[in-house]
């Protein structure tokens, strides 16, 4: 009884800090609700007995990626009024097809890549061929979840890109 009033209580905050990230005016402040965020979820990953998870998600989200936003935020100029004119060199039918054809590849992959029939219960030494909770992440990550890890290191590639492109013009 007291773990699902501890889960549902640390889910209730996960959910109302989430909401104050993406509803808060001043993009700072935004920041600093994601960081209690990532630390809410880290105290839900300590609960249901994930204590690696947990160590990540403070080592790398709330610290690491956290630190990269409110640089992000720093850098960029918000006061400055938008553009007056539209660039003609804006290939817009382009970036619509782009992202029409990478929807159009997510959804196959979920589609079709998860629509196997789950395999009979096993036990766990024929499931995991390591032992040890951290074991099993890297096992599953690189099993199981390879093509949604790929994705998302291919989406911090872009993101580092257009960080890169973006710096670059400003000077």
Same mark, same amino acid.
């Given at each position: 009884?007291?773990?699902? $009033?501890?889960?549902?209580?640390?889910?209730?905050?996960?959910?109302?800090?989430?909401? %104050?990230?993406?509803?808060?005016?001043?993009?700072v402040h935004s920041v600093l609700f994601l960081v209690l965020d990532f630390l809410f979820v880290a105290a839900l990953y300590v609960l249901l007995g994930a204590q690696f998870l947990a160590a990540i998600q403070v080592l790398v989200y709330a610290g690491g990626i956290v630190v990269l936003y409110l640089f992000v935020v720093m850098l960029v100029n918000l006061k400055r009024p938008p553009e007056a004119y539209e660039d003609p060199h804006r290939r817009t039918n382009l970036g619509f097809a782009l992202a029409a054809s990478v929807l159009l590849e997510v959804g196959? $992959?979920?589609?079709? !890549?998860?629509? *196997?029939?789950?395999?009979?219960?096993?036990?766990? *030494?024929?499931?995991?061929?390591?032992? !040890?909770?951290?074991?099993?992440?890297?096992?599953?990550?690189?099993? *199981?979840? %390879?093509?949604?890890?790929? $994705?998302?290191?291919? %989406?911090?590639?872009?993101?580092?890109?257009?960080?890169?492109?973006?710096?670059?013009?400003? %000077?």
């Open positions: 009884m007291g773990q699902a $009033i501890a889960f549902y209580g640390l889910s209730f905050f996960i959910l109302f800090f989430a909401v %104050l990230v993406v509803s808060t005016k001043d993009t196959a $992959i979920a589609t079709y !890549g998860y629509a *196997s029939p789950a395999p009979a219960l096993a036990r766990a *030494s024929e499931v995991f061929p390591v032992s !040890g909770n951290t074991e099993e992440v890297g096992w599953l990550l690189y099993t *199981s979840y %390879l093509i949604p890890f790929e $994705i998302a290191s291919m %989406l911090l590639l872009v993101a580092m890109i257009g960080a890169i492109v973006l710096a670059k013009r400003e %000077l």
